[in-house]
């Protein structure tokens, strides 16, 4: 059975870091990426990293946020600096086993998302 485990959300205030994790179990993937979702918003990329190690950025968190892989964990990050409030969401990990893309809907598998709270 395919399980995503996220840990380390949390509250902190803007301008601090925190480390997201997700960790896959019951096989690997070729891409794994990280979603969020506010309140009242529709789920939006964040970060995704292929198996070769391409990664991708959306606009609004590029050179703040980095996805990285730990092939040998089937565990993956993210490192999230200058934390913003509107950064505030829950986020999710999600895999999938076929191309790499953008969109949640390409995306076969989903963890039970972690909270990520910035305080201004």
């Known amino acids: 059975q395919v399980q995503l485990v996220e840990s380390g959300g949390g509250l902190v205030q803007a301008g601090d870091s925190l480390r997201l994790s997700c960790t896959a179990s019951?096989?690997?993937?070729?891409?794994m990426a990280w979603f969020r979702q506010a309140p009242g918003k529709e789920r939006e990329f964040v970060a995704r990293?292929?198996?070769?190690?391409?990664?991708d950025y959306a606009d609004s968190v590029k050179y703040r946020f980095t996805i990285s892989r730990d092939s040998a964990k089937n565990t993956i990050y993210l490192q999230m600096n200058s934390l913003k409030p509107e950064d505030t969401a829950v986020y999710y990990c999600?895999?999938?086993?076929?191309?790499?893309?953008?969109?949640?809907?390409?995306?076969?598998?989903w963890g039970q998302g972690t909270q990520v709270t910035v305080s201004s």
């Open positions: 999600a895999a999938t086993l076929g191309l790499v893309t953008r969109d949640p809907v390409s995306y076969d598998y």
């Open positions: 019951g096989r690997t993937f070729s891409t």
């Open positions: 990293i292929a198996r070769t190690t391409y990664t």
